[in-house]
């Protein structure tokens, strides 16, 4: 068993998780309609398009447990360093984000995309956030709400938005200066689900393969278009946060 998991995990993709193989076939999917098939990662990518087209050019931007950096080159206009606690090819210091050996008012904006739920201490996180951003600057998050364990053991929380707004005020941000809209709804959060429950599978096993057109493609596309029915969104894949101090 262990040499099978050991051989799983040489043969995932470094950015997405999932076998090589499958992904080589999904990148001949334009990516639009990729992006239709992983709402919960469209949603990321979309703001992560947004927080780079309203940053100026030579802002000072930290991206906060940026893992193999997907969003680097979004702010290539910007003076980008990248963090997090193990060394990778991409990343310029390593820390525990409740300690970035950086001083207060540092950078103009900071980015932390889907990392929040793997840190022992959000709260402590957020409050070295605060203080190493300048006056005026902004924080761009996200995180998830409904979803399942992953990268264990180091996922500890799931948030909503009441718990995001109670971290960000007690780490010194003002309600008036915290934005937080959902990743889409019920639909979405159900397409991401059903996508997931193969990817999960073994690549050994028989109905992975014969499911994955299905719970990967089919179900998606078809779950997509449905999320406008979803006006209240308290069922959501998770949040985007811009906060400004």
Not at 34 to 50: A, C, E, T
Not at 52 to 62: F, K, P
Not at 179 to 203: C, H, L, V
Request: hydrophobic share 35%.
């Amino acid at each position: 068993m262990d040499s099978i998991e050991e051989a799983e995990k040489t043969m995932k993709d470094k950015l997405t998780g999932r076998n090589k193989i499958i992904q080589s076939i999904i990148g001949l999917v334009p990516r639009g309609m990729r992006l239709w098939l992983n709402p919960n990662y469209r949603s990321v990518v979309k703001f992560m398009q947004y927080a780079a087209s309203t940053t100026a050019g030579g802002s000072t931007v930290l991206d906060a447990g940026a893992g193999p950096g997907p969003y680097k080159s979004l702010f290539a206009h910007c003076k980008y360093e990248a963090t997090d606690f193990k060394p990778a090819e991409n990343i310029d210091f390593i820390c525990s984000l409740n300690q970035i050996p950086k001083a207060n008012g540092t950078y103009s904006h900071i980015i932390c995309t889907e990392v929040l739920e793997h840190v022992e201490y959000p709260q402590e996180v957020m409050n070295e956030f605060f203080n190493i951003l300048k006056k005026g600057g902004k924080l761009y998050l996200t995180c998830p709400q409904g979803w399942g364990l992953h990268q264990e053991p180091y996922n500890y929380y799931n948030f909503t938005k009441y718990g995001l707004k109670s971290l960000l005020k007690n780490a010194g941000f003002k309600e008036e200066n915290i934005y937080i809209q959902p990743k889409g709804g019920y639909f979405w959060m159900m397409s991401n689900i059903i996508r997931a429950s193969t990817d999960q599978m073994s690549n050994w096993n028989i109905f992975k393969w014969i499911m994955y057109p299905f719970t990967s493609i089919l179900i998606p596309l078809i779950l997509f278009p449905l999320d406008t029915l979803d006006r209240k969104q308290v069922w959501t894949n998770g949040y985007l946060v811009e906060a400004k101090k």
